[in-house]
């Protein structure tokens, strides 16, 4: 389905301006503090504060209690089954390409 496929690749290309948008005043990263106050952008406005917390925590690679732009983005595709296989579709994909101008 074409147009699906230009709607999820919309949605990755978003995911960097999202992070931004998130973390709005807080050193460019999401903090809890950050994810709280502008949590209604990704429909999280329900969540409680001991969830918000976890989704930071969970999302924090580097240990330093905030979200970067990369970390978001990591986040995003572990909480969406979805667009991960479909990220797997489009690597395998490229690599048979690849493949096949390499003549293997």
Known sequence: MPGVEKIRADFEDLLPAMANKLGG????VITMESLRRNSSFLG?????DDELASMVKEGDLDGDGALNQMEFC??????SPELMQESRFWL???FEEELKS???
Request: glycine share 10%; no cysteine.
């Open 25 to 28: 005043e807080d050193r460019g």
């Open 44 to 48: 999280l406005q329900d969540l409680s």
């Open 74 to 79: 990591v986040l995003m595709f572990r909480l």
């Open 92 to 94: 395998e994909e490229a």
């Open 102 to 104: 390499d003549g293997l």
